[in-house]
Nanobody, 115 residues
Framework: QVQLVESGGGLVQPGGSLRLSCVVP????????MGWYRQAPGKQRELVAV???????SYVDFVKGRFTISRDSARNTVYLQMNSLKPEDTAVYYC?????????WGQGTQVTVSS
């Protein structure tokens, strides 16, 4: 089973930064859009950032101006630069296509924002 592999999470203080990476199998890297999702404890997984094959990006309101999604086609990798992190950003972060492809979810990477 092909899965995406996320990395880069960790423990960071409020106001800090992290850069997440997601290695995407070539079979799905060229889908129309890739996204970063997150799931906080007790909540449903939600889409937070999207980048199209052409490089157009979009974000949910609560991460606009703080998060930046990007992609490197040479490395089949999608990134999420997260700045000005808040405790409410604590979650497991995943990448997948948008709309998501069942069966391709990876293990995610834990981001914890706490002092």
């Amino acid at each position: 089973q092909v899965q995406l592999v996320e990395s880069g999470g960790g423990l960071v203080q409020p106001g800090g930064s992290l850069r997440l990476s997601c290695v995407v199998p070539g079979i799905i890297f060229n889908v129309p859009a890739m996204g970063w999702y997150r799931q906080a404890p007790g909540k449903q997984r939600e889409l937070v950032a999207v980048i199209t094959r052409g490089g157009t990006t979009s974000y949910v309101d609560f991460v606009k101006g703080r998060f930046t999604i990007s992609r490197d086609s040479a490395r089949n990798t999608v990134y999420l630069q997260m700045n000005s992190l808040k405790p409410e950003d604590t979650a497991v972060y995943y990448c997948n296509a948008d709309p998501s492809l069942a069966g391709y979810w990876g293990q995610g990477t834990q981001v914890t924002v706490s002092s």
